[in-house]
């Protein structure tokens, strides 16, 4: 039979460390939304790449938006199987304790 051993300590850690990263990322989504540059910007003679700019800009925030929510749902699971860990590891300990 063979073991595996799991440092609670650092998957805690883990998540803490992923979910500051996903609150970062997150800020940068409105410095984007504040900053969007668009037709009004580019001036009425270039109206029309003023509005692709802004398109790209647009899809560039939902992209940055989505990894910060998916690094802040990994750091959830990775918290969550943290707790788990531990919890079993109490209940194995006292039912050792018990014999």
Request: hydrophobic letters at 30%; aromatic letters at 4%.
């Amino acid at each position: 039979m063979s073991t595996l051993g799991v440092s609670t300590g650092d998957l805690g850690k883990l998540a803490n460390e992923l979910r500051t990263s996903g609150d970062i990322v997150a800020k940068q989504v409105k410095k984007i939304g504040d900053n969007l540059f668009g037709p009004g910007e580019a001036g009425a003679n270039y109206a029309t790449e003023g509005k692709k700019i802004q398109s790209g800009l647009e899809q560039l925030k939902q992209r940055i938006d989505d990894w910060s929510k998916a690094t802040d749902t990994t750091a959830d699971v990775i918290g969550a199987a943290s707790v788990s860990y531990t919890t079993v590891d109490d209940r194995r300990a006292s039912e050792t304790n018990k014999q």
